[in-house]
């Protein structure tokens, strides 16, 4: 459940209305770690399309077969997209938009990998110049409170996109404390950090190869946490039960204003979306 803490913005293109579609093809793949890759997707279209924040969240539709026409997908609603023969149904994840670039028409989406790889991540892996995609939206949730002192931002590697975004478009300088839980070591990017922020990478296999602690790491961390006591901000997003956690911490026991704390579960355990 996705709870933004000031609801100022109206979700666009994720409710029942038709939603606004862009077109698009891939333009180009770039292996960014072993567990991500970029996907650039572009198109006139492009040159159009206005987001709302920096963890701006998309449908991604993509084809289920070479010859699907995405272009059928015009003027449909999401549920309606979701009740078509399967020969026409486009497959529906929600992902993040880590750039826009309006002058060229692209715009640049990560993808985590991770096992088992899904129909989503494997058509990343396996994208070429000139496929086809499609997404509408979108919607973003960043937003602190204007008297924000600090803030803490906590993710693992779904969020990666989303949290890059979020600390290149700040504009001031702020006591940033970033938390970040990765599969393993060689998951470690470059951020677009600024002074003032603090990075803290927690790869899940400390314990040795093939070890994951499904977030643990990232959970016992923000509890051992030294944060400040003026008013602040906190964006989380990971699996859910690991949020689910962090913020049961953060407002019972840290007894942070629940209004301060925005939190996705971006994934669950065991499941794909739409389950």
């Known amino acids: 459940m996705v709870v933004p803490p000031t609801p100022t913005r109206a979700p666009v293109g994720l409710t029942g209305r038709p939603a606004r579609l862009f077109l698009a093809h891939v333009v180009r793949r770039t292996p960014l770690t072993p567990h991500m890759i970029r996907v650039t997707l572009g198109s006139d279209s492009l040159t159009k399309f206005v987001g709302d924040g920096p963890d701006q969240r998309i449908k991604l539709l993509l084809p289920r077969h070479p010859a699907q026409d995405m272009g059928r997908l015009y003027g449909l609603t999401p549920k309606q997209m979701r009740q078509l ?20 028409g692209e715009v640049e989406i990560d993808f985590a990998l991770h096992m088992p790889v899904g129909p989503a991540t494997q058509w990343a892996i396996d994208a070429v110049p000139g496929q086809p995609a499609a997404f509408f939206g979108s919607v973003a949730a960043y937003n ?41 070591a060689s998951g470690v990017m470059p951020l677009p950090t600024r002074d003032g922020a603090a990075v803290t990478w927690l790869p899940r296999d400390s314990d040795g190869p093939g070890h994951d602690d499904h977030g643990a790491s990232l959970v016992s961390a923000i509890s051992q946490a030294e ?13 859910q039960s690991v949020v689910r956690d962090i913020r049961a911490h ?26």
């Open 85 to 104: 023969p399967d020969t026409e149904r486009p497959l529906i994840r929600t992902y993040t938009i880590r750039s826009h670039d309006p002058a060229a």
């Open 144 to 184: 602190p409170p204007a008297d924000s002192r600090w803030q803490l931002i906590v993710g693992d590697d779904t969020a990666l996109p989303a949290v890059a975004a979020i600390l290149e478009s700040s504009s001031a300088p702020q006591p940033t404390q970033v938390y970040l839980s990765v599969t393993t």
């Open 227 to 239: 944060l400040p006591t003026a008013p602040g901000y906190v964006w989380l997003a990971a699996e």
């Open 250 to 275: 953060l407002v019972h026991e840290r007894g942070m204003d629940r209004g301060r704390v925005y939190f996705s579960g971006y994934w669950s355990r065991g499941k794909s979306e739409g389950e």
